[in-house]
């Protein structure tokens, strides 16, 4: 008997997963991260670079105060600020690891990897 998988993505065979969270400074202007980051959800979703499901594998919003407190408390990041606009991945691995580099180059993020 042979047994063959067929693995969504290269996602699917890692077993490190984890989240990716990206913040931006508050002063950054989130409508701009917003339109950027569909513009490269879509670009990507047309090309077949990655496969998605039908969801946004990411959300965009502002750091709260319970965020911020949770961030400081348990994760030890403490740069993190309220106010400041995160992106973060909505299961993990859901944002691209090619995406990355362009997220802090584009935004000036600062990445954390919650493991």
């Known amino acids: 008997m042979i047994l063959v998988i067929r693995p969504h993505s290269t996602v699917d065979v890692i077993t490190n997963s984890s989240t990716e969270l990206f913040t931006c400074q508050a002063n950054t202007d989130i409508d701009m ?8 959800y879509d670009a990507w979703k047309k090309s077949g670079s990655f496969e998605f499901d039908d969801e ?4 965009i919003g502002r750091v709260s105060k319970e ?11 403490f740069s993190i ?11 993990d691995n859901s944002i691209p690891y090619e995406w ?12 954390y990897h919650q493991g």
């Not at 991260?33 to 490269?40: F, G, K, S, V, Y």
């Not at 946004?56 to 959300?59: A, D, E, Q, R, S």
């Not at 600020?81 to 299961?91: A, L, N, R």
Request: proline residues 2%.
């Open 33 to 40: 991260i917003t339109n950027a980051m569909d513009e490269l």
């Open 56 to 59: 946004v594998p990411y959300t």
């Open 67 to 77: 965020e911020k407190e949770n961030y400081h408390n348990a994760w030890g990041f």
């Open 100 to 111: 990355f580099e362009f997220i802090e180059d584009t935004f000036g993020a600062d990445r």
């Open 81 to 91: 600020e309220e106010g400041d606009i995160y992106i973060k991945g909505i299961t």
